[in-house]
């Protein structure tokens, strides 16, 4: 008798997002003048006061994926990544070479008697962007 693994509401999420990553081009197919990109990544908590975690990130354009995303750090958020996507594209599309932000994480959290309580994470983060 095989045994299944039970799988999470985050589990099957962070699959799907992958799959969704994996199926994208890469950053050098759909940005052919961008060079080099570097990422700098500050998590924060809900408060935004408390750094829980950072990252500095140099991306190889070659083999990076256009779907630019970052899993939410909390192991009980659902649904909740931070999908620069967009802001490495507007930064592109704009020939910025930098670009900053803040993003709040849209997954939630399971409480007890099934309710859910939205995660709202923090990311900062900097983008520097290198062109042909």
Known sequence: MMHRRKTTPR???RLSETQRVNNSVSLAEKFPKLKSLMVDL???DTDGLTKSGE???RVNVHYAKSVFSFA???HECVGGDFDL???VAQAVTDRH???QGEIRCKGWR???KETKEPCRNLLRYKLSLGYV
Do not use: D, N, R
Request: proline content about 10%; hydrophobic content about 45%; glycine content about 4%.
């Open 110 to 112: 399971a409480l007890p």
């Open 11 to 13: 589990a099957e999420y």
């Open 72 to 74: 939410c750090p909390s």
């Open 97 to 99: 070479k930098i670009a």
């Open 85 to 87: 996507s967009g802001a």
């Open 42 to 44: 500050a998590y924060f």
């Open 55 to 57: 990252l500095k990130y």
